[in-house]
């Protein structure tokens, strides 16, 4: 299994941002796909999952700012990223878990920062 990240960047306070995270196979066999973070000082942390049968799980403290899908056309993992604070600087890496085994994406930077 194969995870490609993108869509980071440099944007300000309150902004947007979605990350996608295209992977080899398809997005709907997986377990559990997620996104986590991790600060520069921080250790990685679960920001959104979605497991196969769509049941989404957030981390508090992006609860009503982001929202987690499956692309069925690109075949990706998208999060969507809404009002955008300064803590939310960090790499965000996506992640897959198929029967019991995980994979990593290589990861993008997302800088919150006026």
């Known amino acids: 299994v194969q995870l490609q990240a993108s869509g980071g960047g440099l944007v300000q306070p309150r902004g947007s941002l979605r990350l996608s995270c295209a992977v080899s196979?398809?997005?709907?066999?997986?377990?559990?796909v997620s996104w986590y973070r991790q600060a520069a000082r921080g250790q990685r942390a679960l920001v959104a999952s979605?497991?196969?049968?769509?049941?989404?799980q957030y981390a508090d403290s992006v609860k009503g700012r982001c929202t987690i899908w499956r692309d069925y056309g690109s075949n990706a993992l998208v999060l969507q990223m809404n009002s955008l604070m300064t803590g939310d600087t960090a790499v965000y890496y996506c992640n897959s878990i198929d029967r019991g085994s995980a994979q990593w994406g290589q990861g993008t930077q997302v800088t919150v920062s006026s």
């Open positions: 196979g398809s997005i709907f066999s997986f377990d559990r």
């Open positions: 979605i497991t196969r049968d769509g049941t989404t």
